[in-house]
């Protein structure tokens, strides 16, 4: 265990990024888990904060095993390796599953409202930490798509095959913890308590000084 609980783990990477103060910052959050670390990120640095939301496309054989992901506004990751053992017709199906998904969460999250716009800033991703990093790519994409000036991908913990895929596609990644033994992203936090919809937007409506 690295980080007490997800709180933890966001002022402990706010810390890490007090270097990008003094720009046009704005921290975008992965849900469900990383909406609490970005939280944490968004006060410290004084930066405003909204969420992005990719989802994972599930391997047909095991569910928590990701061949890609898609997020919003058409961004998309796919493993070709992996999709071409799944099938095209498997794969049209859950690619259409998630971005179903994809337009609820934005619904509730941010009220069915676009992406915020993001040209000149400095855009931070902020996710609770990836294991293949699928979605988190998805949701850098989508990012990018919005021409921001400088864009970040900020996580607590990662493999080291995940940051470098991580680094190709953000200008600048900044993880805490690159772990070599890596089994679950939960093993680094004493508490990985599962994110529900209705703390997603008790966190995004909380004021910068926590109440």
Do not use: W
């Amino acid at each position: 265990m690295v980080f007490a609980d997800r709180r933890d783990a966001g002022r402990r990477l706010a810390a890490a990024l007090v270097h990008l103060r003094g720009q046009r910052l704005f921290v975008l959050a992965v849900p469900r888990g990383g909406v609490v670390v970005g939280r944490e990120v968004a006060d410290a640095l004084q930066a405003p904060l909204s969420v992005i939301v990719p989802r994972k496309l599930r391997a047909p054989y095991n569910p928590e095993f990701a061949i890609g992901a898609v997020a919003e506004g058409g961004a998309a990751f796919v493993d070709e390796e992996l999709a071409r053992t799944v099938g095209a017709g498997y794969l049209a199906q859950e690619i259409a599953a998630q971005r179903a998904e994809i337009a609820r969460r934005v619904e509730v999250y941010r009220s069915g409202k676009p992406l915020p716009v993001l040209a000149g800033t400095c855009a931070i991703v902020v996710d609770d930490g990836i294991a293949t990093g699928a979605t988190l790519i998805a949701a850098l994409r989508a990012t990018r798509a919005l021409s921001p000036a400088h864009l970040v991908a900020a996580v607590p913990v990662a493999p080291p095959d995940g940051v470098a895929r991580l680094a190709k596609e953000a200008d600048e990644v900044v993880c805490l913890q690159v772990a070599g033994e890596f089994h679950a992203v939960g093993q680094f936090y004493g508490d990985f308590t599962q994110v529900d919809d209705t703390t997603v937007l008790a966190v995004l409506g909380e004021r910068s000084d926590g109440r």
